[in-house]
């Protein structure tokens, strides 16, 4: 699985508005690269991002060759109740690499 | 003295072969550009014919890039991101690269604040265009334009 | 004329001449920067590079210190990990990384950090070293520089590191390539001047492993040289060679006490 960095705040005020940082690692080969021969290399890029709040997505990004490598998303979701943030990502061959972050939500 | 043999990612009569051969590819009319009339279309495919208000929608970006394979980008929407009043949708376009859709996200009602941050990539000087797409419908846009310059060293 | 020669008479003579110039000094210590002008690659980045290299979330470089920093802890070949003798006291790594490149005295031979950490693998791991430019060796050696960060690069130069540290300066000063540039023709006499839109650094070596903007991802001091010389239509020489790793060693003590910023972003 691809390395990963994920941010997010380990508790939090119900209602708050919290920020949520990833960033994974991946080439994101565009497809329009040519290599030192001339020869076309393929495209190999993430193409999917969301972030699963209790199994409920609550940001979704959909990435094309023009997202930078090594991808990197800060976005921001409402605290409502304690649970598991999943930030998930898809790559176009369907490979999913995910990591998890728990959040307890104080009302 | 006798060189070093070469290794495979800088072989050097490979290097000079490929690159003229970009230097041809360059001058050729291939796809590899898109045109401000392919971001258009990208925009109509993508919200139908409703017209683009501009305000509401403040893109952060650097005046001048420091590489154009990686373009820092915030992007703020002006919504109260409440169950009746939320941005849905915000669309980054481009008119220059080669495919003219950059990025999309997908908010809602529990996204909470309308701002997303990522870093692109901008196949060189242009103006990108970003659309946000609210729970009415209706849709909101602005443009900022970024200078991206060729490095120093170009070594292909 | 060998063993004589003015600095401004060598300037000229370096402006005109061909390939195999010799060094404008004779002093061992003095190089092409003035002590009070040496300046970081930092310096020379847009400010939104340099928030990214800043900010320990957002610089992509440090998914490799926590990828090394991971193998750090793991077993390796049939023996313990790095952490089980480098984890506490005296052993401890920090700070380790600004002495290098430096002399291993068991033989003799000039090593850089990620030579040191090959050589920690075969004589103490049982275990094969890594290969330049592989992912596990960039991790460990930007994890390994990291513990260093922030820390002034040592100016130290021992009596048998002399020869290796004037190997470095003449590869330095020597004029090669196409283009027939040395590397004191951009980064000492033209640095701060704008070469197509990047303006030219010093060329100092604190941040690698660096993630440069222009690889997309993270990578070594001697790819950097790489493609110096690719730049100026040079021969580039092979990961590790000898000339790179001189040229190491004479970048480290040109630093003049530059504080390391491993992981950098650089273009």
């Not at chain 1, 997010?8 to 005020?13: I, R």
């Not at chain 1, 690692?25 to 991002?49: C, L, N």
């Not at chain 3, 003035?34 to 992509?60: K, R």
């Not at chain 3, 049982?126 to 390994?144: N, R």
């Amino acid at each position: 699985m691809a390395a990963i960095r994920i941010s997010a705040l380990k508790t939090a005020k119900a209602g708050e508005i919290i920020e949520l940082k990833a960033l994974i690692r991946h080439k994101m080969e565009t497809g329009f690269r040519r290599g030192s021969r001339g020869e076309a290399i393929p495209r190999d890029i993430i193409t999917h991002f969301v972030c699963l709040y209790n199994g409920e997505a609550v940001f979704e990004a959909d990435f094309f060759p023009s997202v930078a490598a090594n991808p990197f998303l800060i976005f921001y979701t409402r605290a409502t109740e304690s649970g598991t943030l999943e930030f998930r990502w898809t790559d176009q061959h369907g490979t999913v690499s995910s990591q998890t972050a728990n959040i307890s939500v104080e009302s | 003295m006798k060189p070093e043999q070469p290794s495979t990612d800088i072989d050097r009569r490979a290097f000079l072969v490929g690159g003229m051969g970009l230097a041809v590819a360059s001058f050729l009319p291939l796809s590899t550009k898109a045109a401000p009339a392919d971001m258009q279309a990208a925009v109509k495919e993508l919200f139908g014919d409703r017209p683009l208000q501009e305000g509401g929608v403040t893109i952060t970006i650097p005046p001048i890039a420091e590489n154009g394979y990686s373009v820092p980008l915030t992007i703020d929407v002006d919504s109260p991101m409440t169950p009746e009043d939320y941005v849905k949708k915000i669309a980054v376009f481009s008119p220059r690269n080669p495919i003219p859709n950059l990025v999309q996200f997908t908010l809602g009602p529990r996204t909470g604040l309308a701002r997303v941050s990522t870093r692109i990539r901008l196949a060189g000087t242009q103006k990108i265009l970003v659309v946000a797409e609210m729970s009415d419908g209706t849709l909101k846009s602005a443009a900022a334009e970024t200078m991206v310059t060729v490095a120093a060293c170009i070594i292909g | 004329m060998r063993h004589f020669r003015w600095p401004l008479i060598g300037l000229l003579l370096g402006a005109l001449s061909a390939c195999g110039e010799e060094p404008a000094s004779d002093s061992v210590r003095e190089t092409g920067l003035a002590p009070d002008t040496i300046v970081s690659g930092y310096a020379f980045l847009t400010p939104e590079t340099q928030s990214e290299q800043d900010d320990d979330f957002l610089n992509p470089a440090n998914l490799w210190v926590d990828e090394g920093g991971k193998l750090f802890l793991s077993e390796t070949g049939v023996s313990a990990a790095c952490a089980s003798c480098h984890g506490e006291g005296d052993m401890r790594l920090d700070g380790a990384a600004t002495r290098y490149p430096t002399i291993d005295h068991a033989s003799g031979e000039l090593v850089n950090l990620e030579g040191r950490i090959n050589l920690c693998r075969t004589r103490h791991q049982q275990a094969d070293p890594l290969e330049y430019e592989s992912e596990p060796l960039l991790s460990l050696t930007t994890y390994v520089a990291s513990l260093s960060r922030g820390q002034a690069i040592s100016t130290a130069l021992s009596t048998d590191e002399q020869v290796f540290y004037e190997v470095g300066k003449t590869y330095f000063n020597t004029r090669r390539g196409q283009f027939n540039l040395s590397c004191r023709e951009c980064h000492d006499l033209n640095w701060g001047k704008q070469l197509r839109g990047d303006t030219i650094s010093q060329g100092h070596s604190n941040g690698f492993p660096a993630y440069r903007l222009e690889w997309q991802t993270l990578g070594s001091l001697h790819r950097r040289f790489r493609d110096c010389d690719a730049g100026i239509r040079a021969e580039p020489r092979t990961y590790g060679s000898a000339d790179y790793l001189a040229l190491e060693l004479y970048l480290r003590v040109r630093a003049q006490g530059l504080p390391m910023e491993t992981p950098a972003i650089r273009r």
